[in-house]
């Protein structure tokens, strides 16, 4: 397992955070499968670690859904169900749009810069074929979008969501083809801003998540 800190921006949380954090990070990322045991002793010692914020860090992930304590197993991980996965898109269908429309009258030169330089990345490693760059440049876009749509309440909450479609937005990108449909999109959504256009920059946005929970429910499909 890699090291509690490898990945750690936030070098002043106290330590039962960082393993929080750590623990659901490698749960939403699909690092830690769903069915796999979490042993508390084990985990205190690969993260160098007591055993008390493992604990800590275990209820937190219960009360979020992401582990169940089993009987005769511990603890185990449940991670995200596919009506989870359902849900965060439907949700996602109503207010990014709204954050969509938003950036379009509030968004400023830096952030419609930074925006379209996000946007040629992700053709880049597209391009290349390099999935899980292309995912954190396309969680990237949409993250200035939520800023610039300049209102803390909605981009709190999208945010938040954005750590659950980590997986289903790589597994939408596996489809043959999709990548290079939701650069299009992107591209479609960006064009929409950049020009101050919220009612095309909203169907755009909702066409495009409309496409990626069809594309992320197709890859699950047995």
């Known amino acids: 397992m890699e090291t509690l800190w490898a990945n750690d921006k936030e070098k002043t949380l106290p330590l039962r955070e960082k393993v929080f954090q750590f623990l659901r990070n490698s749960i ?8 796999e045991n979490l042993v508390e002793t084990k985990l205190a010692d690969d993260l160098g670690v007591s055993r008390t914020p493992i604990r800590e860090a275990f209820r937190k992930l219960e009360l979020e859904g992401l582990v169940s304590s089993v009987p005769n197993k511990g603890v185990v ?3 995200i169900s596919k009506q989870d996965t359902k849900d965060i898109f439907s949700i996602r269908m109503h207010l990014e749009p709204l954050a969509a429309s938003w950036a379009a009258l509030r968004i400023t030169p830096d952030e419609i810069t930074k925006l379209e330089e996000n946007l040629q990345l ?4 597209i ?9 954190k440049k396309n969680t990237d876009f949409h993250a200035i979008i939520f800023e610039a749509a300049k209102s803390n309440p909605l981009k ?9 479609v980590h997986l289903a937005r790589l597994a939408s990108l596996k489809n043959p083809g999709r990548p290079e449909k939701a ?19 909203a169907e755009c946005m909702k066409q495009h998540v409309l496409r990626s929970s069809e594309s992320a429910q197709k890859r699950n499909e047995p």
């Open 122 to 125: 992700m053709e880049f490693y």
């Open 183 to 201: 650069l299009d999109e992107h591209k479609c959504i960006f064009d929409a801003i950049s020009a101050g256009n919220p009612d095309c920059a």
């Open 77 to 79: 991980v449940k991670g």
């Open 156 to 164: 709190q909450i999208l945010n938040s969501l954005q750590e659950y």
């Open 127 to 135: 391009k290349r074929g390099d999935l899980h760059q292309a995912s």
């Open 28 to 35: 939403l990322d699909g690092k830690i499968e769903p069915g």
